[in-house]
């Protein structure tokens, strides 16, 4: 069997659906914490913003610096889960793609 006969290339989607559902509640947890702490630092944002003095652009800038920090862990994590799963749904697509070349093909 080749990597693209049908059965590897169905026994490859497999693999990616199997893959996909494992990681879907790991990264629905990290987009509900991801997006719980994009709230926090827009919160916090605008409190450093009105507590802070100088020029509106001083107190943006004090309010970026005093925010900068907060979700950084819960976005990175978020944001390499997505770039998995957006990999994976491109190789199921190709994947896809290959079945039914093969399928026109025969």
């Known amino acids: 069997m080749t990597l693209t006969s049908p059965g590897a290339v ?3 989607l497999d693999e990616i ?3 996909l559902a494992m990681r879907q509640n790991e990264f629905e947890q990290a987009a509900l914490e991801h997006f719980g702490s994009k709230r926090l630092k827009e919160k916090a944002k605008a409190e450093a ?3 802070a003095e100088g020029t509106v652009a001083e107190r ?6 005093a925010a900068a920090l ?3 862990d819960d976005e990175a994590k978020y944001e390499g889960l997505k770039g998995v799963v957006r990999l994976l749904d491109t190789r199921a697509a190709i994947g896809m ?3 039914r070349a093969q399928g026109r093909g025969a």
Do not use: P
Request: net charge negative.
């Open 10 to 12: 169905q026994a490859r």
């Open 17 to 19: 659906e199997t893959d």
């Open 49 to 51: 913003f009105l507590s």
């Open 60 to 65: 943006s800038a004090k309010a970026d610096v």
């Open 70 to 72: 907060i979700g950084m």
């Open 97 to 99: 793609s290959l079945l």
